[in-house]
């Protein structure tokens, strides 16, 4: 289980029950486990402080994780940056969750790079900026954000149990980390187990989690699925496959955002299939997710060609229009190129050391 000093746990503690206005900051394009571990915090410290809390997104989280958010507490940076920016400079606490460093929220990075206030990390990613916190709780033993902050939280002072926790936080915990395992899945410990049952044991509510995260889907998504495996997968002979949903076919079905969560993961399920990749077109960028069977490095593979990183088995990145493809049509022959250049110059299998 991951462990912190007890002067990290009890400063904490101290900053968290001083700060009257406190920010919880997510990524840009935030997931349900940057959502899920703002909503839970924000309602453990309600219960336990009092405090004006808030959650701050760079841009709007997808319709799919309604269910674990309360829309108020919210504020969308790129519907009112104004807003947002002035909740920064007036917050005593700024506490960033699941991402590392300030450059993962685009358009707020720098109006939090200048705020004066303190600032916590929590967080599971590789290569924390340090620097930029105060206090930081980060390690990559561990599921989740959401599993991170659940050890954090059975340590604060009148915390014993999962059952002390506000039950609306410890919903929101497991269905983060729920989302962030593929539903254990992927980069799963023996802590996520624990952590899983003692949710359970305080009445958490799996099914509905279930029910909203897998059997609520649009139509839309399953015809995007069904193109996906026709049309739009490409299986090498080297383990590589991969799958780009270009803005033509974004379009062709309707898709919002987090309608292909989860897509990438369906290539590994073939026999010979190291890597999965799928890329979605969005402006002048490609995001790219990059998922691996145990013993080949998505991490590895998405620093070196995708302008990005994660963890060993799950990671993701980036190409930009014109800096890393000429255009858009050339987007397959690079991820095939690379992939290539990839398997040829790695000893596989091999993981990285951590």
Known sequence: MVRFSRKSY????EWFSSAGTVSLVVHARPDGDAMGSASAL???LRKAFGSDVLILAPDAYPSTLDFMVTPS????ASSDMDLAAGRIAGSDLIVSLDHGDFSRTDSLERHLAGARCRKVLIDHHQSPDLASYGLVFSSVDVSSTC???????????GVRRASDLPQRSAFCLMAGMTTDTNNFANSVFPSTLSMAA????AGVDRNLILDRLYSSYRENRLRAMGSLLLERMHVSGNGVAYAVFDRQTIARFGLQDG???GFVNIPLSMSGVRFSLFLKEDGDVFRVSIRSKKGFSASRMARRYFNGGGHENAAGGRLRIPDDLPSADDVEAYVESVTARFLQDEALPQTEQK
């Open 42 to 44: 924000a309602g453990y």
């Open 10 to 13: 009890s400063t904490l503690h």
């Open 147 to 157: 599993e991170l902050l659940y050890h954090i939280l059975m340590r604060m002072p």
């Open 198 to 201: 003692d949710l359970l044991a």
């Open 73 to 76: 507490d919210v504020i969308d």
């Open 259 to 261: 309608e292909t969560e």
